[in-house]
């Protein structure tokens, strides 16, 4: 299996455009967990979707941010309008049904640059 | 009081050091622990789990769990500059009918050569 898939590696955008991060998750797996990275606040889960419905979407900061998996295989974090603040590594994870050790499996991430 | 507390570090040894990279945390309901290890411009990537008190070893790195203390340890032996990354521990509790996993910030390491 390739692994989880996110596109693009690297985005840089300006300040109030729109950005879309997308995210293949391993074949079979059924949770898909979206997370933020940065110097200050470590790993942030934003949202997390099981067999593609959204769960728990606690951590995502405001109503900017929007994420949808309308199958199995892709989801997509959208940020619109984007801000300067939202500059972060952003990671898509999956995870398998009945895994006991709830053990996810992270993508390359996507480095987003907003200027 | 944060769930999970992971010291920043950076922390920097020299080769053939012994490291010992350490986490506490606050609630009781944590079951599984993990250790992940992210290279730098890559995603983390699982490295060690376990689920009771005690240790675990597999080659060069020892996971230590103590429960009773609420506080789990990673032992590198032998370090080598290929070690040289971020080590994150990470905690699995249940939450809503699912596991919740909480991340502590991650330790730098580098291993000179």
């Known amino acids: 299996d390739a692994g989880v898939i996110q596109s693009p590696r690297h985005e840089v955008t300006e300040m109030g455009q729109e950005v879309t991060l997308r995210c293949k998750p391993i074949s079979g797996h059924n949770s898909l967990f979206w997370y933020r990275q940065t110097m200050m606040r470590g790993l942030e889960l934003l949202i997390y979707f099981n067999n593609n419905v959204p769960i728990d979407d606690s951590g995502m900061p405001e109503d900017r941010f929007s994420a949808k998996m309308p199958n199995a295989s892709f989801s997509t974090l959208k940020i619109q309008p984007s801000e300067p603040r939202d500059s972060a590594v952003y990671f898509c994870?999956?995870?398998?049904?009945?895994?006991?050790?709830?053990?996810?499996?992270f993508g390359a991430g996507t480095r987003l640059s907003v200027l | 009081q944060k769930e999970v507390e992971q010291d920043p570090g950076p922390l920097s040894v020299p080769e053939g050091a012994i490291v010992s990279l350490n986490c506490t945390y606050s609630n009781s309901a944590f079951q599984y622990f993990m250790w992940y290890r992210q290279y730098s411009r890559k995603g983390p990537e699982l490295l060690m789990y376990?689920?009771?008190?005690g240790n675990k070893e597999d080659g060069r790195f020892t996971a230590q769990v103590d429960k009773s203390s609420k506080y789990i340890s990673l032992f590198i032996r032998d370090s080598q500059p290929s070690d040289s990354a971020t080590y994150l521990c990470a905690m699995s509790r249940p939450q809503g009918g699912s596991e919740k996993l909480v991340f502590g910030k991650g330790m730098k390491l580098t291993v000179n050569p």
């Open positions: 994870a999956s995870r398998g049904g009945g895994t006991v050790q709830n053990i996810q499996y």
């Open positions: 376990t689920y009771s008190s």
